[in-house]
């Protein structure tokens, strides 16, 4: 129990973690840390900080933006009153998504977009006088902390605590490859058979995050996509972790087409800097609210509601991608993915191994005498031992980086990473060997 902090950390077994590294400064794809000497140590941020930095730590344009706001208006309630940052960011964001898109509902992170969209499904339905009171969603999905994102999330270790107090959500199963039919009829069929009981379908489109960088083809997507349009379904596009160029592509649901009926953003909105989450809407959905009759007011908020910081820092974000060569750099890391890739996929020890825009991902075999369950802590120790900070899903290792990673960092990312690979073979080789031993 006896730690030199009072802090209760995220994703953190307290009794098995060591003490957290306090990081001094970040710059670009790294984070400074002091050492015991009092030496900087670099660290290279390979999950860009938990998928929310695009363009790099404290990018010395949003660093500028932020401070200049901080000068003039910090915060200010959001109700009866705005700001030239927000209205400013409001603008520029709808027009980067589908012109469908035409309200924007800020909030403070992922999971609290992921509420308001699912609220707003809901009151969609009840407002116009239709209830439809089932939420579908992918197998596998994650979808933030909250209820509401928990029950729409898959069930698992993470949420088994807390499932008798989930509502219910029917989860189709995840389209893997081969198995894409399988999954576009199972929806078909619900949809035939109860389809005017259905508000709702979520998913991240193209990457499940959390899942395991799970990939699917945007074809599914597309279909997936019209057969809500067909049966007067909502899609919700939780594009929280997959928006922002993370797949190549500004969202995710460009590549397949697609106009989705609420989108949730956060993590790169603000280029990864503030805290902040925005629920884009339809004409349609937000005219289901707008009423003589007060009672149909959409009630939701969060204290923080279009903090004006946190805009001005999207706002910087954004133009950001209109004055540097973001799409290139994406192109440049994706293009060093697939060649990683390729090395990758002659291991034995590796699964698979995918990619998507800025995002690699592998899964390490693990079916060995169960020796490789503690796998992701071993890799994530090893690489962070080589300053590099990697934090590997169970098996699945992924590398997601600042777009503006240098090349030599990431090059340095894989090779740390064959070395890894490299060592725990030996090990499991030699530990079999050993059991062989006692065998004989
Ligand atoms: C991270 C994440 C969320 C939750 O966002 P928070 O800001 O952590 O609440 C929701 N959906 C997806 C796809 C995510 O990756």
């Known amino acids: 129990m006896k730690r030199a902090s009072p802090i209760w950390h995220p994703m953190t077994q307290h009794a098995l973690s060591p003490e957290a590294i306090p990081i001094v400064r970040a710059e670009g794809a790294c984070l400074y840390a002091r050492d015991a000497r009092g030496q900087e140590r670099r660290i290279i941020d390979g999950i860009s900080s938990w998928w929310v930095n695009t363009h790099g730590h404290c990018h010395p344009s949003i660093v500028e933006a932020v401070q200049a706001q901080a000068e003039k208006l910090e915060q200010v309630i959001f109700a009866g009153f705005t700001h030239d940052p927000a209205e400013k960011l409001t603008r520029k964001l ?3 998504v589908d012109p469908s898109l035409k309200y924007v509902f800020y909030s403070d992170s992922g999971s609290t977009a992921i509420e308001a969209a699912l609220k707003m499904a809901i009151g969609y339905f009840e407002h116009t006088g239709k209830p439809r009171r089932r939420i579908v969603a992918l197998e ?10 928990m029950s729409a999330g898959s069930r698992g270790v993470f949420n088994a605590l807390y499932e008798p ?6 989860h189709l199963p995840f389209p893997t490859q081969g198995s894409e039919q399988q999954t576009i009829q199972t929806f078909e069929r619900w949809l035939v058979k109860r389809g ?3 508000a709702a379908l ?13 990939m699917y083809s945007p074809e599914t997507l597309k279909a997936l996509a019209d057969l809500c349009k067909a049966h007067g379904v909502l899609l919700i596009a939780d594009e929280v972790m997959t928006g922002f160029g993370r797949t190549g592509t500004m969202f995710a649901c460009e590549q397949a087409g697609i106009a989705p009926d609420l989108l949730c953003l956060s993590k790169g909105l603000t280029g990864g800097f503030l805290p ?10 937000y005219k289901a609210f707008y009423h003589q009759d007060r009672s149909k007011t959409f009630f939701h908020s969060t204290s923080f509601t279009g903090n004006a910081l946190a805009c001005a820092a999207a706002l910087a974000s954004l133009e950001i991608w209109e004055s540097e060569p973001v799409t ?3 192109e440049r890391v994706e293009a060093q993915h697939k060649k990683a890739a390729g090395w990758f996929m002659a291991r034995p020890d590796v699964a698979g191994v995918r990619v998507k825009g800025s995002i690699f991902a592998l899964d390490v075999r693990d079916d060995v005498n169960g020796y490789l369950s503690a796998l992701g802590p071993q890799i994530y120790d090893f690489m962070l031992d080589r300053d590099v900070l990697l934090r590997p899903i169970g098996n699945c290792v992924y590398v997601l980086p600042p777009y503006c990673i240098e090349e030599q960092d990431l090059e340095y990312i894989y090779a740390m990473l064959w070395a890894c690979l490299d060592s725990l073979s030996e090990q499991c080789s030699r530990a079999a060997a050993a059991g062989q031993r006692k065998v004989a």
């Open 165 to 170: 107090f989930l509502f219910d959500v029917k």
């Open 140 to 149: 596998g999905g994650y979808h933030g902390d909250t209820f509401g994102a």
């Open 202 to 214: 979520i998913l991240e489109p193209l990457v499940q995050g959390a899942a395991g960088m799970r």
């Open 328 to 330: 290139e750099r994406i």
């Open 94 to 96: 709808l027009k980067i």
């Open 276 to 285: 902040m989450g925005a629920t884009l809407a339809t004409e349609e959905i």
């Open 196 to 198: 005017s009981e259905i």
